[in-house]
């Protein structure tokens, strides 16, 4: 499937309703769906891979897409498990831009799971730091930057 059909299913999926009442709204509900589906397109630059198959796309792409296809979803929480793994530095730096714009832009709360404590700290109000499934420091990213425990769980001793 396309980028372009990959986005409307998520917003079909999140309005699935009577098959009567789809009818008789079709139309109406087909243009918001697309108006919605195209201010995530321009929002995370994938105008140009509009009509390419995902599978084609770079996974750069197809990470943009993912986001794009929850976002279509109009979801009041948005979790990002390690949404920037895998991506170049200039893809990282792209997608941590494009997830601080979300809370405000869609007005939407994000659960952030990062390994990338670089990403995590910019973009997170909050941090919680865990070490083998034990919670070992919560708080301001800076203070958990700071922590001793944090510093030896995720850096090592030095």
Known sequence: ??????????????FRK??????????????????????????????AFRKARVIDCPYGIQKKVELG??????PKLLLLDEPVSGLTTEEKEESAYRIGEIRGRFRTTILLVEHDLRIASRLAD???????????AEGRPEE?????????????EG
């Open 1 to 14: 499937t396309t980028v372009l059909d990959n986005l409307l299913l998520g917003r079909h999926i999140k």
């Open 18 to 47: 009577n098959p009567i009442d789809a009818l008789l709204r079709m139309r109406k509900e087909e243009l918001r769906h697309r108006e919605v589906v195209e201010e995530i397109i321009d929002f995370l630059d994938l105008q």
């Open 69 to 74: 296809r929850a976002l279509a979803l109009e």
């Open 126 to 136: 909050r941090m919680v730091a865990f070490d083998y499934g034990q919670k070992i």
């Open 144 to 156: 958990v930057q700071r922590n001793p425990e944090v510093i030896r769980a995720y850096l090592g």
